[in-house]
């Protein structure tokens, strides 16, 4: 990233991004043809899926357990979307039955969901959902900011319409792109638009002809940034997308053991349990801030607070990329007991 920055009409930039958008097919594991990383971070990838799917007055159900899907939340209402909230309590997820009924008798557009809540560290269940949704003639639209490169995501198989990423969750990449896919369905409800999205930046329409062969400009691209991207997503297809999995997986497990052999308690049950970001109840007695901050300032290990109604009451610690490894679980998991002690 600290490399010289070349033009975006570059030819050897043009086809860093054609590699850039085959490598993110790969990730996201789908054919669809519009498929590009947002500039912007995560949440410009939820804000451009969102504003180019939803017309004023169209009806949007957002599943909402913690911040994220929060936040969808305020997106749709500022995209001029009727929206319809389901909640679960922080910390659990949703259930095909629920989704189903707050769908009947509804004229929905989009079902949107967070895959991987960071905000808690629940793993939502995607195919039933998504399922569900287009029964109900609804596009899915999945929040993949946490998930992407940690655990499975499978857009085709699972009939994801749209989905978003980021690129310094499990990527492992600094931030300031956000990775995005739109399927066949969505492709459909972007064509038939009657309005122009509310924002020119993120229009799709525009941004997507500079990223295929037209190389029409729209706003400059954050050259560096994107040299960032293509090297990250090369260290990914390397180690390969299932060991990925993997290796995620095993630094999960290992960390959540260590927390159970201290005494200590997670705050999702274990089938729903993301490996990548793990929540620890805070014990009895202990201060969130005080604990945290010796952490940092003796370990030279941060971890994560509670957000929302969860603040003060867990500890959120990432193992996300290169984080992933049983050395760096096991210096967390002795640090901490330390610390405690
Ligand atoms: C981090 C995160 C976002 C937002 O991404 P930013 O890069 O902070 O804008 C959205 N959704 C989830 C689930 C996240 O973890």
Redo the contacts with the bound molecule.
Sequence with gaps: MARPTIGHLDSAFLRMMDEIRSMLRVVFRTENELTLPISG????G?EACLTNLIEPGDEVLVLENGL?GA?MADIVQRCRGELRTLRAPWGEGFGQEQVETALQGKKTKIVAL?H???STGYRQDVPAIARVAHDHGALLVL?A??SLGGIPVELDEWGVDAAYS?T??CLGCP?GL?PISFGPRAETVLASRRTKPASWYLDLSMVRRYWNEERVYHHTAPINALYGLHEALRIVAVEGLEARWKRHEEAGDRFARGIEEMGLEMLVAPAHRLPQLNSVRIPEGKRDETIRKAMLDGHGIEIGGGLGELKGKIWRVGLMGSAAQPEVVDRVLTALGMTLR
């Excluded at 971070?41 to 410009?44: I, L, P």
């Design positions: 971070t995560g949440s410009a939820m994220f936040r967070v991987a809540e960071t929040d900011v946490t980021g310094q969750k931030p956000a």
